[in-house]
């Protein structure tokens, strides 16, 4: 949990890009700005990530996917041994 209190190199950036204004409040805007900006995104993430987590969940989705591993790691040694 505490990897998500981390900022990301964006925030590093506009962080900068603030500074760069040469005021506090130019660059409380620019830092809201970048907040407002990757809000949706980030909402849109967590919608797509919960889709995906239910998806994955289902039993078909789970059996092809330990059937495609294990197909592969037959094929490895298929291909190492022949």
Same mark, same amino acid.
């Given at each position: 949990?505490?990897?998500?209190?981390?900022?990301?190199?964006?925030? %590093?950036?506009?962080?900068?890009?603030?500074?760069?204004?040469?005021?506090?409040?130019?660059?409380?805007?620019?830092?809201?700005?970048?907040? $407002?900006?990757?809000?949706?995104?980030? $909402? $849109?993430?967590?919608?797509?990530?919960? @889709? $995906? #987590?239910?998806?994955?969940?289902? #039993?078909?989705? #789970?059996?092809?996917?330990?059937? /495609?591993?294990?197909?592969?790691? /037959? %094929?490895?040694?298929?291909? @190492?041994?022949l």
């Open positions: 949990m505490i990897w998500g209190w981390l900022p990301c190199g964006l925030v %590093y950036s506009a962080s900068l890009s603030a500074l760069a204004t040469g005021s506090a409040l130019h660059g409380g805007g620019a830092m809201l700005a970048f907040g $407002l900006g990757t809000l949706p995104n980030l $909402l $849109l993430m967590g919608v797509f990530a919960d @889709t $995906l #987590r239910q998806w994955i969940q289902k #039993r078909p989705v #789970r059996l092809t996917a330990g059937l /495609v591993v294990a197909a592969m790691g /037959v %094929y490895r040694l298929a291909e @190492t041994f």
